[in-house]
């Protein structure tokens, strides 16, 4: 017997508010869904998002949609963006960031790629006033329709919406005293408020995209070397604006990868790149380790063990050297589990039988 590894769909498609989420198996599912790379700025993280939008069409033939709030991987993606395999919006010119990645997050997508908000003059209470209008002409996500999402961009996703808030004068809260004004602008400093405000954000905005009909969600971020906000000792792992949210990501993603590289002796050079799926030691500070996770079954461990022996793979230069390639995989790995169940299974319902019939 042989099944075919299929992620369940939600009842709801685009769930932007956690507690939303109706149960405790549509957790999992999200989690099964969500894919995290997280790794310094130039090791090749877009380059790896190509591998997955191009995975993602060959698996089932369906574009892949891409939220990018990096500029820098436009070269990388356009090639699959004039093939029709990848359509992005580029967040780096949202005008209104929240609440363009709230509509992206309820699987709402701008047809054509861009959002169009607009003040009106109205009248209310008899008086003229301006108001903010969404006149964007939105295409609402249905099953079969996109394979994937990526998410480019959650450290640069949140600095976007933080600086946002920080023009608009949002949440002031405990900065309010300290703001100045010169020469009829003001001038603030984000607020504890304003840097809950944009976690929380970013947060819904992963579990709705994780909540879509499609067969996977890439988030990609940048490293973070810091502190724990909470007890100050060293911390490593993905970057989103503040410190808080860097060690407590990992429990929201299946698949949660660190993206790094040997380089020589003087650091200018890359030596080799790695992409790490078990935690791993930072090698200038032994005691400190970058996160990284799989939920492949356990019964499958031997096997992965024995085709990355060292908790990494090296991506090569071309398409199935990389990420893709781990999917696949992965992939792999769960249908041999599926299939040995279903084997399993098959053997205790014919021994049942066997015996009700006696």
Same mark, same amino acid.
């Given at each position: 017997m042989t099944t075919t590894r299929t992620l369940p769909t939600a009842k709801t498609s685009g769930v932007p508010t956690p507690t939303l989420l109706e149960s405790p198996s549509e957790t999992a599912q999200i989690q099964g869904r969500l894919v995290l790379l997280y790794g310094e700025s130039?090791?090749?993280?877009?380059?790896?998002?190509?591998?997955?939008?191009?995975?993602?069409?060959?698996?089932?033939?369906?574009?892949?949609?891409?939220?990018?709030?990096?500029?820098?991987?436009?070269?990388?993606?356009?090639?699959?963006?004039?093939?029709?395999?990848?359509?992005?919006?580029?967040m780096s010119k949202a005008k209104y960031p929240f609440t363009a990645l709230r509509k992206l997050a309820e699987g709402l997508w701008p047809k054509g790629g861009e959002f169009r908000f607009v003040y009106v003059d109205k009248e209310i209470g008899g008086k003229k006033v301006s108001v903010l209008e969404d006149q964007t002409e939105y295409l609402r996500i249905s099953p079969g329709e996109v394979g994937g999402y990526i998410f480019e961009g959650l450290a640069s996703g949140g600095e976007s919406l933080l600086e946002f808030g920080r023009e608009n004068h949002l949440f002031l809260r405990e900065q309010e005293k300290d703001s100045i004004t010169i020469g009829g602008i003001k001038l603030a400093a984000p607020s504890q408020t304003l840097y809950n405000v944009v976690q929380m954000d970013i947060l819904s905005a992963i579990k709705g995209l994780g909540m879509l009909p499609v067969e996977r969600v890439l988030l990609t971020s940048h490293e973070y070397k810091g502190e724990d906000e909470d007890t100050g000792k060293p911390l490593r792992g993905p970057a989103v604006v503040g410190k808080a949210m860097t060690g407590k990501i990992m429990k929201y993603v299946g698949l949660q990868l660190h993206y790094d590289a040997v380089k020589s002796a003087d650091g200018k050079q890359i030596q080799e790149r790695r992409v790490y799926f078990e935690r791993h030691?930072?090698?200038?500070?032994?005691?400190?380790?970058?996160?990284?996770?799989?939920?492949?079954?356990?019964?499958?461990?031997?096997?992965?063990?024995? +085709?990355?022996?060292?908790?990494?793979?090296?991506?090569?230069?071309?398409?199935?050297?990389?990420?893709? +390639?781990?999917?696949r995989f992965e992939s792999e790995l769960v249908n041999a589990q599926t299939n040995l169940e279903a084997e399993w299974k098959a053997q205790i319902d014919l021994r049942r039988n066997t015996t009700n019939a006696a």
């Amino acid at each position: 017997m042989t099944t075919t590894r299929t992620l369940p769909t939600a009842k709801t498609s685009g769930v932007p508010t956690p507690t939303l989420l109706e149960s405790p198996s549509e957790t999992a599912q999200i989690q099964g869904r969500l894919v995290l790379l997280y790794g310094e700025s130039g090791l090749g993280k877009s380059t790896e998002g190509k591998r997955f939008a191009k995975y993602i069409y060959e698996l089932t033939g369906l574009p892949t949609r891409l939220i990018s709030f990096e500029d820098s991987g436009k070269l990388v993606y356009e090639p699959l963006i004039n093939l029709g395999i990848v359509d992005a919006v580029w967040m780096s010119k949202a005008k209104y960031p929240f609440t363009a990645l709230r509509k992206l997050a309820e699987g709402l997508w701008p047809k054509g790629g861009e959002f169009r908000f607009v003040y009106v003059d109205k009248e209310i209470g008899g008086k003229k006033v301006s108001v903010l209008e969404d006149q964007t002409e939105y295409l609402r996500i249905s099953p079969g329709e996109v394979g994937g999402y990526i998410f480019e961009g959650l450290a640069s996703g949140g600095e976007s919406l933080l600086e946002f808030g920080r023009e608009n004068h949002l949440f002031l809260r405990e900065q309010e005293k300290d703001s100045i004004t010169i020469g009829g602008i003001k001038l603030a400093a984000p607020s504890q408020t304003l840097y809950n405000v944009v976690q929380m954000d970013i947060l819904s905005a992963i579990k709705g995209l994780g909540m879509l009909p499609v067969e996977r969600v890439l988030l990609t971020s940048h490293e973070y070397k810091g502190e724990d906000e909470d007890t100050g000792k060293p911390l490593r792992g993905p970057a989103v604006v503040g410190k808080a949210m860097t060690g407590k990501i990992m429990k929201y993603v299946g698949l949660q990868l660190h993206y790094d590289a040997v380089k020589s002796a003087d650091g200018k050079q890359i030596q080799e790149r790695r992409v790490y799926f078990e935690r791993h030691p930072d090698p200038l500070f032994p005691n400190l380790f970058y996160p990284a996770k799989t939920t492949i079954p356990t019964e499958q461990l031997a096997r992965l063990s024995k +085709q990355y022996p060292n908790g990494f793979f090296k991506p090569g230069l071309e398409y199935g050297t990389g990420l893709d +390639q781990f999917l696949r995989f992965e992939s792999e790995l769960v249908n041999a589990q599926t299939n040995l169940e279903a084997e399993w299974k098959a053997q205790i319902d014919l021994r049942r039988n066997t015996t009700n019939a006696a």
